[in-house]
C-alpha cells in the first residue's frame, strides 16, 4: 500500500510546486490569522484537496498508469486540466497565498518589473476569445495521435504536456471562479458562461470521436504495453468516455456556481438599495430644514 504512494518517476518541479504551495498557503492562513482576518473551513480543503490531487497523480504510482494505459491517462488529464484547477480557483487563494509570502519578497524591486512584463501576456491569454481556444485546442493539440505518440516516449515531451495541462487549468478556471464580479476586475457574468457552453461541443466531439472509433488511434499503449490485459478498443473506449462527459460535465458545475455568483451579488444589491434610498431621503429632508 506504502508503496504505491511513493513516486514512479521522482519530479523534483511537481514535488516542490505541490510542497510549496501547501507551505505557502499555510503560512498564509497562519499570517491573516494573526491579523484577526477570518479565513474560514471550505475554501482552505477545496484548496489543499485540489493540490493533493495533482500531487497523487504526478507523483505517485498512478503515474506509471497514466502511462501504461489511455483511460489512465485521461483521468489524469482530466484532474489536471479540470477538477484540480477546478478546487484550487474555487477556493479564491490569492490573497493568503500573497498573505505567505516573505516580506523581503513583496518589496522587491524585481517583482513589479516581472508583473509589469507578465500583465500584458496574461490579459491577453485571458481574453474572452482567447482563453477557450487556449483550453480546449490544449486538449486537441496533445491527442493528436502522432503528437500524443512522440510525448508519451520523451520524459520532456512528457513533463511539458502535463504542466502545460495543468498551468492552462489554473488559468482557465481563475478566470471563470473569479470572485470578484466585473466592476471588481473579475470577467462579466454572462461572458463566463458563454465560455463555458462553448467548449463544451468541442469535449464532447472529441470524445465521443475516440469512443465510437473502430480501430486504435493511440498504438503507443501496445508498444508500450498496457500495465492491465485490457483490450485495446476498451482502453480507448473508456478513455474516449472520460474525454467526453466528465470534462462536459465540469462545464455545467461551472455554470451552475457562476449563476450562484450572479445571484448573490443580484441579493446583495437588493439589501442594499432600500438603505441606499432611506439615506438618500434623510439627506434632502436634513437639506430642507
Known amino acids: 500500500m506504502l508503496n504505491s504512494l511513493l513516486p514512479w518517476e521522482f519530479s523534483a518541479s511537481w514535488f516542490l ?16 490569522r494573526r ?9 482552505p480543503l477545496a484548496f489543499l484537496l485540489g493540490v493533493a490531487a495533482i500531487y497523487t497523480v ?11 494505459m489511455f483511460f489512465t491517462h485521461r483521468g489524469q488529464h482530466l484532474v489536471l486540466h479540470h477538477l484540480a484547477p477546478f478546487l484550487i480557483a ?16 513583496t518589496r522587491m524591486p524585481a517583482m513589479n518589473a516581472v508583473g509589469r512584463v507578465l500583465r500584458p501576456l496574461y490579459r491577453t491569454i485571458q481574453h ?13 493539440f496533445w491527442l493528436t495521435p502522432a503528437v500524443h505518440f512522440d510525448a ?12 502545460s495541462m495543468a498551468i492552462e487549468g489554473l488559468l482557465f478556471w481563475w478566470l471563470i471562479l473569479d470572485p470578484r464580479p466585473a466592476g471588481a476586475g473579475g470577467l462579466a457574468y454572462g461572458k463566463r458562461i458563454a465560455i463555458l457552453v462553448a467548449v463544451m461541443p468541442p469535449q464532447i466531439a472529441l470524445g465521443a470521436y475516440i469512443t465510437f472509433s473502430d480501430h486504435v488511434l493511440y498504438d503507443v499503449y501496445a508498444v508500450c504495453g498496457r500495465a492491465w490485459p485490457l483490450p485495446p478498443l476498451t482502453d480507448q473506449q473508456l478513455g474516449g468516455l472520460l474525454t467526453w462527459i466528465p470534462a462536459a460535465m465540469m462545464s455545467v458545475v461551472g455554470t451552475l456556481i457562476v449563476l450562484r455568483y450572479l445571484l448573490h451579488g443580484q441579493r446583495s444589491a437588493a439589501v442594499s438599495s432600500p438603505n441606499n434610498v432611506d439615506t438618500d ?9
Open 90 to 105: 474555487l477556493a479564491a487563494p490569492l490573497p493568503i497565498l500573497t498573505a505567505g509570502l516573505p516580506p523581503f519578497l
Open 152 to 163: 508519451m516516449l520523451s520524459r520532456p515531451l512528457y513533463d511539458l504536456m502535463n504542466w
Open 58 to 68: 504526478t507523483q505517485t504510482r498512478y503515474d506509471y498508469l497514466a502511462q501504461y
Open 17 to 32: 510546486a505541490c510542497l510549496g504551495a501547501i507551505a505557502l498557503y499555510l503560512r498564509g492562513i497562519r499570517q491573516r
Open 35 to 43: 491579523r484577526g482576518t477570518p479565513v474560514g473551513f471550505w475554501r
Open 128 to 140: 474572452p476569445f482567447v482563453a477557450p481556444l487556449l483550453f480546449v485546442g490544449l486538449i486537441y
Open 281 to 289: 431621503k434623510a439627506e434632502a429632508g436634513n437639506a430642507a430644514i
